[in-house]
């Protein structure tokens, strides 16, 4: 934790948003994609259309201003679908309310985790590909666990005022440090606990 504060003292979410359904959609748009590239295509999304505008859009014109995250028939509709159902149940607004988020399309767990920490300050311990990389790594997860058990480790792990943080900690850490290919295992304060370093690279995680 001392670590990830010397390196990471004001982490935060690094998609880039103005309104709370802004983010939401930005989170549904980033999977399996880089936040760079999501930032590219959300600045010329909303910069054109309102909420009520996306609703209405046609699916072909949506596709094609999110053609660069990938996916973009399945996030095209997933997008469309959020607005409609922010629109008709919440006035355009993202509540506070896991059941409803899950019950979205294109959302789940880790993305509602993220919305929810964001937007409302929840304790929520998000784990993307990033995260588990890093549990694995430094032995907080088994390498066969999955995203839901790499969660409950980690809250059981570290402080409940802290998960937030640390999420986006080492969703940084793992992004620029920790890297799946080229870890900078030689300037890691970390590398003596370290099982990658360890196993002298040979293990896949």
Same mark, same amino acid.
């Given at each position: =934790?001392?670590?990830?504060?010397?390196l990471?003292p004001n982490a935060?979410?690094?998609?880039? #948003?103005n309104?709370d359904?802004?983010?939401?959609?930005a989170v549904?748009?980033? !999977?399996?994609? %880089?936040d760079k590239?999501?930032?590219l295509v959300?600045?010329?999304?909303?910069s054109?259309? %309102?909420?009520?505008e996306?609703?209405?859009?046609?699916l +072909?014109?949506?596709?094609?201003i999110i053609? @660069?995250v990938g996916t973009?028939?399945r996030? !095209?509709? #997933?997008?469309?679908?959020i607005a409609i159902?922010l629109l008709?149940?919440?006035n355009?607004?993202? @509540?506070n309310n896991?059941?409803?988020?899950?019950s979205?399309s294109g959302v789940?767990?880790? %993305?509602a985790?993220?919305?929810?920490?964001?937007? #409302?300050g929840? @304790?929520?311990?998000?784990?993307?590909?990033?995260?588990?990389?890093?549990?694995?790594?430094?032995?907080? !997860?088994?390498?066969?666990?999955?995203?839901?058990?790499?969660?409950?480790?980690l809250?059981?792990?570290? @402080? +409940?005022? +802290?998960?937030s943080? =640390?999420?986006?900690? =080492?969703?940084l850490?793992?992004?620029y440090?920790?890297t799946s290919? $080229?870890?900078?295992?030689?300037?890691?304060k970390?590398?003596?606990?370290?099982?990658? $370093?360890r196993?002298?690279k040979?293990e896949?995680?």
């Amino acid at each position: =934790m001392a670590y990830l504060d010397e390196l990471y003292p004001n982490a935060q979410c690094e998609l880039n #948003y103005n309104k709370d359904y802004e983010l939401l959609i930005a989170v549904v748009l980033s !999977a399996q994609c %880089t936040d760079k590239r999501v930032n590219l295509v959300t600045k010329e999304l909303f910069s054109k259309y %309102t909420l009520k505008e996306i609703s209405q859009l046609d699916l +072909k014109v949506l596709e094609n201003i999110i053609r @660069p995250v990938g996916t973009m028939t399945r996030k !095209a509709v #997933y997008v469309k679908n959020i607005a409609i159902s922010l629109l008709e149940n919440y006035n355009g607004t993202v @509540p506070n309310n896991r059941e409803y988020l899950e019950s979205l399309s294109g959302v789940g767990h880790k %993305t509602a985790n993220v919305v929810l920490s964001n937007l #409302y300050g929840e @304790p929520c311990f998000a784990v993307d590909t990033h995260v588990s990389r890093v549990s694995k790594r430094l032995g907080f !997860a088994k390498v066969t666990d999955d995203v839901i058990k790499i969660e409950k480790k980690l809250m059981k792990t570290f @402080p +409940k005022d +802290k998960w937030s943080k =640390m999420h986006h900690q =080492m969703v940084l850490f793992g992004r620029y440090e920790c890297t799946s290919r $080229n870890p900078k295992c030689e300037n890691c304060k970390l590398s003596d606990q370290c099982l990658f $370093n360890r196993l002298n690279k040979q293990e896949k995680f």
